[in-house]
C-alpha cells in the first residue's frame, strides 16, 4: 500500500506564498517522477510542475518564474513552493507520483494524494 499525503495548502493575500509539501509512504522501492496539479472550480485538472528524479523540473507557462518545484528522495517528499500568488492560482492541489512498489517488478503506477485546498482572496 502507497500513501501520498499533502499538506501546506490555505487562505493567503493575493502576492502571498505557500509551500506545499507531499509525502509519500508504505511499500516504495523507488520513486520516478513527482508531480503537482490543480483542479479549480469547474475546471479541468491541470498539470503545474513536474520534477524527474534527478531534479529537473518542467512548470506550466502559467507558474512559471512564481513557483519552485523541489524533491528529497530521502523523504521520498515532493514540495511546491508558490510565490506571488493570484486569485487564479484559488484550487484543490494534488501531488502524484510514479512509484515502483517492488525490486521484483520494474513497473512504475501512478499514485495521487488526497488534494489540499488553496484560496488566494483578499
Known amino acids: 500500500q502507497v500513501q501520498l499525503v499533502e499538506s501546506g495548502g490555505g487562505l493567503v493575500q493575493p502576492g502571498g506564498s505557500l509551500r506545499l509539501s507531499c509525502a509519500a509512504s508504505g511499500t516504495i522501492f523507488s520513486i520516478n517522477d513527482m508531480y503537482w496539479y490543480r483542479q479549480a472550480p469547474e475546471k479541468e485538472r491541470e498539470l503545474v510542475a513536474r520534477?524527474?528524479?534527478?531534479?529537473?523540473?518542467n512548470y506550466v507557462d502559467s507558474v512559471k518564474d512564481r513557483f519552485t518545484i523541489s524533491r528529497d528522495n530521502g523523504k521520498n517528499t515532493v514540495y511546491l513552493q508558490m510565490n506571488s500568488l493570484k486569485p487564479e492560482d484559488t484550487a484543490v492541489y494534488y501531488c502524484s507520483a510514479d512509484i515502483r512498489r517492488f525490486p521484483s517488478s520494474s513497473f512504475y503506477s501512478r499514485f495521487w494524494g488526497q488534494g489540499t485546498q488553496v484560496t488566494v482572496s483578499s
Open positions: 520534477i524527474t528524479r534527478g531534479g529537473s523540473p
